[in-house]
């Protein structure tokens, strides 16, 4: 391994522009920047998967509010939903807790809105944040409902997942950590998203 003024005295031979100690500010800048974006990515992990807010301090995320009916109403700043495990099992049936909690994954065609195709908006399950529009729902022949947009960026939040040994990207609902599903580079036009998601971590509400 070179020692650090090797380094410098390497990257003095191979480029003919800058002195070493522009080159090494360049260097601290890049570091700085790499220690920033991890520092952002830790903080953007759920508690599906890592504790991101210490106990009895919620965290201030922002997230839009939309009507029953789509309208995009206004943006607001709230305290993140935290709830115990209890809590969230009164609320939810065993297969919604362990789907948005523990970040299970439905079996596919079985959920309730794969093959829907009604008018409406998808909220969440655990807390009612409004997530998709089926304005951008559309059939992509897996089994889960997929969509290529949420209805708002804030109201969701992605997640670098390796479990299962695989590389994805997981979908979170920011208001409340609750696992959605999976976002991959295949779905149509305009976006070329596809966001793969479990019915159960979903409430379709129709609009009339
Ligand atoms: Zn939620």
Same mark, same amino acid.
């Given at each position: 391994?070179?020692?650090?003024?090797?380094?410098?005295?390497?990257d003095?031979? *191979?480029?003919n522009d800058?002195?070493?100690?522009?080159?090494?500010r360049?260097?601290?800048?890049?570091?700085a920047?790499?220690?920033?974006?991890?520092?952002?990515?830790?903080?953007?992990? /759920?508690t599906?998967?890592?504790?991101?807010?210490? /106990?009895?301090?919620?965290?201030?995320?922002t997230v839009?509010?939309?009507? =029953? *009916?789509?309208?995009r109403?206004?943006?607001?700043?709230? @305290?993140?939903?935290?709830?115990?495990?209890e809590?969230?099992?009164?609320?939810l049936?065993a297969?919604a807790?362990?789907?948005t909690?523990r @970040? =299970?994954? #439905?079996?596919?065609?079985s959920?309730?809105y794969?093959?829907?195709h009604d008018?409406?908006?998808?909220?969440?399950?655990?807390?009612?944040n %409004?997530l998709?529009?089926?304005? *951008?729902k559309? #059939?992509s022949?897996t089994?889960?409902?997929?969509?290529w @947009? /949420?209805? @708002?960026?804030e109201?969701?939040? #992605?997640?670098? =997942?390796?479990?299962?040994?695989?590389v994805? *990207?997981?979908?979170?609902?920011t208001?409340?950590?609750a696992?959605?599903?999976?976002?991959f580079?295949?779905?149509?036009?305009p %976006?070329?998203?596809?966001?793969?998601?479990?019915?159960?971590?979903?409430?379709?509400?129709?609009q009339?």
């Amino acid at each position: 391994m070179l020692k650090r003024g090797e380094m410098f005295d390497s990257d003095r031979e *191979t480029t003919n522009d800058g002195s070493p100690n522009l080159r090494r500010r360049a260097f601290l800048a890049s570091a700085a920047a790499a220690i920033g974006g991890l520092a952002l990515w830790q903080w953007r992990k /759920p508690t599906v998967l890592q504790a991101s807010a210490a /106990p009895g301090e919620p965290q201030e995320i922002t997230v839009v509010l939309f009507s =029953d *009916t789509g309208e995009r109403q206004k943006t607001v700043h709230i @305290a993140k939903v935290v709830k115990t495990d209890e809590e969230w099992r009164a609320r939810l049936s065993a297969n919604a807790f362990d789907i948005t909690r523990r @970040a =299970d994954t #439905e079996i596919a065609f079985s959920g309730k809105y794969w093959n829907l195709h009604d008018k409406g908006i998808y909220r969440c399950i655990c807390c009612d944040n %409004t997530l998709f529009d089926s304005a *951008t729902k559309f #059939e992509s022949g897996t089994g889960w409902p997929s969509f290529w @947009a /949420p209805i @708002a960026k804030e109201n969701i939040t #992605e997640i670098r =997942d390796t479990t299962y040994g695989m590389v994805r *990207t997981a979908v979170s609902c920011t208001e409340c950590d609750a696992h959605l599903g999976h976002v991959f580079d295949d779905g149509p036009e305009p %976006t070329g998203l596809r966001y793969c998601l479990n019915s159960a971590s979903l409430r379709f509400v129709k609009q009339t």
